[in-house]
């Protein structure tokens, strides 16, 4: 993990936040509109080839700009956080993207 470069990662300060915020239900908009969140492979490659990662937890969170953003994080096999004060070990990944899912109006999922 160390040679590669690790995209979408916040602070656990910033995460914290985030949080908070969604506790707090400061989101901005209507929960039900969220049809889907659609993820990147790499944010689930990059948690799962951290040292000790078993599983990976997701926590709800509302950014900044009062969006709703999905974050995840490695865990152990009893369901602990291994987020480090050592960030070169462990990191909070921002998995949320802000555009509705592609090709929405001509989606073929049977989910949808």
Request: proline share 4%.
């Amino acid at each position: 993990m160390s040679n590669q470069t690790i995209t979408n990662a916040i602070t656990i300060e910033k995460a914290k936040e985030w949080i908070q915020n969604w506790r707090r239900g400061t989101c901005k908009f209507q929960l039900n509109s969220i049809i889907s969140i659609s993820h990147d492979r790499v944010n689930f490659e990059q948690v799962l080839s951290e040292p000790g990662v078993k599983r990976v937890k997701s926590y709800l969170g509302v950014n900044d700009c009062g969006e709703m953003v999905l974050l995840i994080v490695g865990a152990d096999e009893n369901d602990r956080d291994l987020i480090a004060l050592d960030s070169s070990r462990h990191h909070v990944y921002d998995m949320s993207s802000q555009e509705p899912p592609l090709n929405l109006s001509n989606d073929c999922s049977p989910l949808n």
